[in-house]
């Protein structure tokens, strides 16, 4: 490493993962990045997480417990707040940081000083399936990222490490949201900020049945909210806020809100009425749940073939 050695917190929220909390920690501990601090936040767990956290001895570990469950942003808030390093980073209680994942992220810092948030590849593995996410498919990764990130999410929570600046300019995690608060995060950073990218797998996630990310109608829920949280942005871009609008439809009506997906289908079809499938979507749709789930899943298995 350079003199470029500022320490690094690392900010863990948990909430009864006490069986792969200590895996993820030691994943941060055993960085070759060795200027750091992990932030335990306990988002009021049940069950011998504060036991697991107590028999690691490394003073770079704090424990914080809040006694009212927030979720999984309201936690992060709440150990930003109780720390003022210059630089946070973010783990999950189940993911594993590879060991040169900060070193990596923080030499970037000191070799482009006009960065302000660093983020890298992950491995997710979710159903048996393992993917690198982001996926890039010709998308802009660096630099002023602003309209690839409304195209949809390109930083895990997990992969970033984000200057303290970022958030004393465009504020915390946004606790109102069921899912994608990271989204919503890095679309607000991304209009003010520039990000550097790391083109190399270093987190490894895996998605339980347990997980908020697979909790479908939750994040169909966040989605919706995020978009019209930001439908400014959106607006000036009416073809990608059809596609949205169509994709947040199209998922409420499959979870059996065909009511409610009616009406973003609707919408995205006055976005951008040239979008011929979301208009039969959306009459399909007017034929009710059963029937719109079967003609899905024939077009689906039609499209496999």
Request: proline share 3%; net charge neutral; aromatic share 10%.
């Amino acid at each position: 490493m350079s003199d470029f050695e500022p320490k690094v917190s690392v900010i863990i929220p948990t909430y009864n993962r006490a069986d792969s909390l200590s895996t993820a920690i030691e994943s941060v501990l055993s960085q070759t990045y060795r200027n750091l601090e992990v932030v335990i936040v306990d988002d009021g767990s049940t069950d011998n997480t504060a036991e697991v956290v107590a028999g690691i001895k490394d003073p770079r570990v704090r424990y914080l417990r809040s006694d009212t469950r927030g979720g999984a942003g309201a936690a992060r808030n709440f150990g930003m707040e109780r720390q003022r390093e210059d630089y946070i980073a973010f783990q999950d209680s189940d993911d594993v940081w590879f060991p040169e994942k900060l070193e990596k992220q923080m030499r970037l810092f000191a070799q482009e000083q006009e960065v302000d948030v660093v983020y890298c590849a992950l491995w997710r593995t979710e159903f048996g399936v393992r993917e690198c996410i982001p996926l890039k498919d010709g998308r802009h990764m660096g630099g002023d990222v602003f309209d690839e990130m409304l195209k949809g999410n390109l930083v895990s929570t997990a992969t970033a490490v984000v200057k303290r600046k970022c958030f004393d300019a465009m504020g915390m995690f946004d606790t109102s949201l069921t899912s994608l608060e990271d989204w919503d995060l890095f679309i607000r950073m991304a209009a003010s900020f520039n990000f550097g990218f790391i083109n190399e797998p270093l987190v490894e996630s895996m998605v339980g049945p347990d997980s908020i990310t697979a909790d479908r109608a939750n994040w169909y829920n966040g989605y919706a909210a995020v978009i019209e949280k930001n439908l400014g942005a959106f607006r000036k871009r009416r073809r990608l806020l059809a596609k949205h609008l169509g994709s947040i439809g199209h998922g409420l009506c499959l979870a059996g809100d065909v009511a409610r997906g009616r009406r973003f289908l609707a919408r995205s079809a006055l976005a951008n009425p040239f979008r011929l499938k979301c208009i039969a979507a959306l009459l399909i749709s007017l034929l009710g749940w059963r029937f719109y789930s079967a003609v899905m899943r024939l077009r689906s298995a039609r499209s496999g073939a």
